[in-house]
């Protein structure tokens, strides 16, 4: 069975940065694409950021370009997401996900595997 588990989240001003990890157990990770998802209260959850099983396709949401970057080291089994000027409508619970095939995903349909969530809030 797979664990996800995500760490680094917390509490930052706008303008600031956070570096947000997902680590991996139970197999390895590095034939499966990885993703970054957020939800906040009443709202569906959203995608995020999402990278290939080579780290050589990413994906982002529009509203984080530029300013998110995923990233994974599957050495380590674990996938990365380097949030900066971060803006308080970033405030969230950060997923990360392990996807059912090797290329890079955005649907949430397209992932098997979930982490329980790491809290993000960005005051203003």
């Known amino acids: 069975q797979v664990q996800l588990v995500e760490s680094g989240g917390g509490l930052v001003q706008a303008g600031g940065s956070l570096r947000l990890s997902c680590a991996a157990s139970?197999?390895?990770?590095?034939?499966?694409?990885m993703g970054w998802f957020r939800q906040v209260p009443g709202k569906e959850r959203e995608f995020v950021a999402a990278?290939?099983?080579?780290?050589?396709?990413?994906e982002y949401a529009d509203s984080v370009k530029g300013r998110f970057t995923i990233s994974r080291d599957n050495a380590k089994n674990t996938v990365y997401l380097q949030m900066n000027s971060l803006k308080p409508e970033d405030t969230a619970v950060y997923y990360c996900?392990?996807?059912?095939?090797?290329?890079?995903?955005?649907?949430?349909?397209?992932?098997?595997?979930w982490g329980q969530g790491t809290q993000v809030t960005v005051s203003s």
């Open positions: 996900a392990l996807a059912a095939r090797a290329a890079v995903a955005s649907r949430l349909n397209e992932y098997n595997y």
């Open positions: 139970g197999r390895t990770l590095s034939a499966n694409g």
């Open positions: 990278i290939s099983w080579s780290g050589g396709s990413r």
